[in-house]
């Protein structure tokens, strides 16, 4: 029977919930869906000063957000538990038993200050720093009077001498590395804490994962995990790396190319479905011209094969193309929840919405949506439906409300707007077009004045629309007060 494919997202929780970590999580959850297979979500928490829960729970809500469901680890459960590390401590310590007993690893007794006093020595020297090998060879004797001193041993690993490490990776193919380059490596801490590439290797070991698929930036880590793995006679994953997400001025992504936090997105209103299509295109290039995917597509058409080397560049236009086209087809109401934060931060909604507001304001989301990428955008284009107190945009607006037509054509229509009841699109519709047949003007002498004279601008949402959503009374008296500055 073929093997079934396990795969893993194993974040450190000690930060908000990096989008090129959304994108890690993204691949590896196409991957086990597409092969029916299993991802798991494990706490990679050793760094017990960085690590925190709020972390942990960020980044698991912000998965459950994107739809990344997990089928075992953290709060799920499964065979293979626990899956936070810092409750596998006894676990590991009966490898690095293993390691210590068979000679691939040993007690370490050097102090931080020696360790900084070689690793200056070689930088001086010209040299890569790495480890002098000190403590390689230590006699029982030497350890006892070590502990005797009050040192705390960390366990380092024995490198081999003169290997060639070499390995396929899925996306950058044949990767080989030489052991003299690595220096033997610390495994467990002198506080008995693992480190993450020894952690790494145990967990993906015992939880039978089939494929490691990480960021590039744990490429240079593979090499060691390698070892430790052929040290403890376990049998290897594959690897696959995914390239790095750059800024567009081609520098590693970073606070100043904006939002990098997934949570930062969704406060902005961008929907998960938008998230999702953006980052599978980072890095994963599909089959034809196709850009805009639902999950079910995705899952269809992924493949590592497809899983460029070459580094992915985050393009947030292209990103708010995307999700501008789910927020097109979004749920009103939904738009307008998420939007209305970011409402009654910029000042257009002040006090507590009443039924009869909410259905107004969804009615104006609902205008809107065609405009906006991201429902915190609502707040740029909403003004026009709130705002009664506003004068000509432009000095070509002005001009055009002293055509010879526009008093006419502005009369007639308050009439007959002040004689409508109800008013809906229609009804309004019905009244422009009768008067561009009856004065023999075309559309835009009609439409053009009617709309300044309501918005004090040229352009915005379909006037036919935006008439009944301000109401008869809003509009006649935008009109005069307009029309006062002629
Ligand atoms: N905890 C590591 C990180 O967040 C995971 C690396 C890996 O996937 O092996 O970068």
Not at 44 to 57: A, I, K, P, V
Not at 132 to 145: E, I, K, Y
Not at 187 to 193: A, C, H, L, N, T
């Amino acid at each position: 029977m073929e093997q079934e494919l396990r795969v893993r997202f194993a974040p450190s929780p000690t930060g908000p919930f990096h989008i090129g970590g959304a994108r890690s999580a993204l691949f590896n959850w196409l991957l086990a869906r597409k092969e029916g297979g299993k991802l798991i979500l494990r706490i990679e928490d050793t760094d017990l000063e960085r690590s925190t829960r709020e972390s942990e729970e960020n980044i698991k809500a912000s998965l459950r957000w994107l739809g990344l469901e997990w089928d075992e680890g953290i709060d799920v459960g499964g065979e293979y538990g626990p899956y936070r590390q810092t409750e596998r401590l006894d676990l590991y310590r009966q490898y690095t038993d293993k390691l210590l007993t068979s000679g691939h690893a040993y007690y370490c007794y050097c102090s931080e200050a020696e360790l900084d006093a070689d690793r200056q020595e070689q930088m001086n020297q010209g040299e890569t720093p790495r480890y002098t090998g000190r403590c390689r060879n230590l006699s029982q004797a030497d350890c006892d009077r070590f502990s005797a001193d009050g040192r705390k041993p960390t366990v380092r690993f024995r490198v081999p001498e003169n290997q060639q490490i070499v390995f396929k990776d899925l996306v950058r193919d044949t990767v080989s590395f030489d052991s003299n380059g690595v220096g033997d490596f610390v495994v467990v801490k002198s506080d008995g804490i693992p480190v993450y590439n020894y952690a790494v290797v145990l967990d993906d070991a015992l939880m039978k994962i089939t494929h490691v698929i990480r960021a590039e930036e744990h490429l240079s880590n593979t090499p060691r995990q390698i070892l430790i793995y052929q040290a403890l006679g376990l049998p290897l994953p594959q690897f696959g790396h995914i390239s790095l997400i750059l800024g567009k001025d081609r520098t590693k992504m970073s606070k100043r190319h904006g939002a990098t936090s997934v949570e930062q997105y969704k406060k902005l209103g961008y929907l998960p479905e938008g998230i999702v299509n953006f980052l599978a295109l980072l890095g994963w290039a599909p089959p034809g011209e196709q850009e805009i995917f639902s999950a079910a597509e995705l899952i269809e058409q992924f493949s590592m094969e497809r899983v460029a080397k070459n580094p992915a560049v985050f393009d947030v236009d292209k990103l708010n193309y995307i999700n501008a086209h789910y927020i097109k087809q979004a749920d009103p109401a939904l738009i307008t929840e998420l939007a209305l934060p970011h409402l009654q931060e910029s000042g257009y909604i002040k006090e507590q919405l009443t039924p009869e507001k909410k259905e107004w304001l969804i009615k104006v989301v609902a205008e809107l949506q065609g405009y906006i990428s991201y429902a915190a955008q609502i707040t740029d284009h909403i003004d026009v439906f709130i705002n009664d107190d506003f004068d000509f945009e432009s000095e070509e607006a002005h001009e055009i409300m002293k055509d010879t037509d526009v008093p006419q054509v502005i009369e007639v229509f308050k009439a007959r707007l002040a004689a409508l009841d109800p008013v809906e699109p229609a009804a309004v519709q019905a009244i422009l077009k009768g008067i561009t047949k009856e004065l023999k003007l075309g559309g835009k002498k009609v439409y053009m004045p009617v709309r300044i004279a309501i918005t004090g601008k040229m352009h915005g949402p379909e006037l036919i629309n935006l008439i009944p959503l301000i109401g008869k009374e809003r509009t006649l008296a935008r009109i005069a007060s307009l029309l006062a500055k002629v």
